[in-house]
T-cell receptor, first 114, second 112 residues
Framework: ETGVTQSPTHLIKTRGQQVTLRCSSQSGHNTVSWYQQALGQGPQFIFQYYREEENGRGNFPPRFSGLQFPNYSSELNVNALELDDSALYLC?????????????FGQGTRLTVV | QKEVEQDPGPLSVPEGAIVSLNCTYSNSAFQYFMWYRQYSRKGPELLMYTYSSGNKEDGRFTAQVDKSSKYISLFIRDSQPSDSATYLCAMRVNTGFQKLVFGTGTRLLVSP
């Protein structure tokens, strides 16, 4: 177990709806990154939050947004859901200020858009 | 062309075999190289982490990085059926920004 927990584990939404996914980071980790993993593909970086600020973003549209809270937990929000948003959404926590601390992933939230 | 290329497999081997998994990459700025194992419908689990070039061994697993060839490998000795999973290589540029660039993953099947 990595200590990174995500909720819910899976959900089904209708095209056009909005969804919020949640992540609790590992104790001592102040950085949270979100990834999208389509079926049969490697995870794709969405964005990273450090000390409640977004400090890096991948090639995803603005309808993907996030938050990080003072306790370093995080949310991923997706508006105007599209069928192609169906994927496993992964949260990873890390602490770049520590030497050789890599990203540890949660079990993911499987989102199905119908 | 993708930044990181990885053969998707599946790779099927008998129990006890030595497994070799590989990735190539195009960005010479990558400094940190990781291997993750992912079981079906689970999150990736960090297996090996290597900085720059060289070898790293941990039990039955050995990771190799050849930056001159932009090529990384993961070797699994005495493979077990429990090793059956998808293996993802990942890499990043520096310490402060944790963006990982992943390969597509290689599905490994170890038969008893």
């Amino acid at each position: 177990e990595t200590g990174v927990t995500q909720s819910p584990t899976h959900l089904i939404k209708t095209r056009g709806q909005q969804v919020t996914l949640r992540c609790s980071s590992q104790s001592g980790h102040n950085t949270v990154s979100w990834y999208q993993q389509a079926l049969g593909q490697g995870p794709q970086f969405i964005f990273q939050y450090y000390r409640e600020e977004e400090n890096g973003r991948g090639n995803f549209p603005p309808r993907f947004s996030g938050l990080q809270f003072p306790n370093y937990s995080s949310e991923l929000n997706v508006n105007a859901l599209e069928l192609d948003d169906s994927a496993l959404y992964l949260c990873a926590s890390s602490s770049p200020t520590q030497t050789n601390t890599e990203a540890f992933f949660g079990q993911g939230t499987r989102l199905t858009v119908v | 062309q993708k930044e990181v290329e990885q053969d998707p497999g599946p790779l099927s081997v008998p129990e006890g075999a030595i497994v070799s998994l590989n990735c190539t990459y195009s960005n010479s700025a990558f400094q940190y190289f990781m291997w993750y194992r992912q079981y079906s419908r689970k999150g990736p689990e960090l297996l090996m982490y290597t900085y720059s070039s060289g070898n790293k061994e941990d039990g039955r697993f050995t990771a190799q990085v050849d930056k001159s060839s932009k090529y990384i490998s993961l070797f699994i000795r005495d493979s077990q059926p429990s090793d059956s999973a998808t293996y993802l290589c990942a890499m990043r540029v520096n310490t402060g920004f944790q963006k990982l660039v992943f390969g597509t993953g290689t599905r490994l099947l170890v038969s008893p």
